[in-house]
């Protein structure tokens, strides 16, 4: 079992940058691999980047890359995204999660979320 908790998420003006947190519990946190989601009000959630649990394999969306950073220390059982550059459109409640696989579709366990509100 493990319970993922976000927080960093805020109210940004376009150009600016946040860095959310996920603070995991439980044990062997470094068997996961982690994701970054959101969901934007009548849009389907959307994978943002993903890390496995060694932290050597990398995911981001295509509209993320180049502007988002997803990284972990496992020692501290914390998964981070640094967001660069945001835009409106990157307005979304973001969520962490945790799977098995950074290949697999399927991710056991979600944190509450946290806002992430980019003004123009």
């Known amino acids: 079992q493990v319970q993922l908790v976000e927080s960093g998420g805020g109210l940004v003006q376009a150009g600016g940058s946040l860095r959310l947190s996920c603070l995991a519990s439980g044990r062997t946190f470094s068997g996961y691999a982690m994701g970054w989601f959101r969901q934007a009000p009548g849009k389907e959630r959307e994978l943002t980047a993903a890390i496995s649990g060694s932290g050597r394999s990398l995911y981001y969306a295509d509209s993320v890359k180049g502007r988002f950073t997803i990284s972990r220390d496992n020692a501290k059982k914390t998964v981070y995204l640094q967001m660069n550059s945001l835009k409106p459109e990157d307005t979304a409640v973001y969520y962490c999660?945790?799977?098995?696989?950074?290949?697999?579709?399927?991710?056991?366990?979600w944190g509450q979320g946290t806002q992430v509100t980019v003004s123009s």
């Open positions: 999660a945790a799977t098995g696989s950074i290949y697999s579709s399927k991710y056991d366990y």
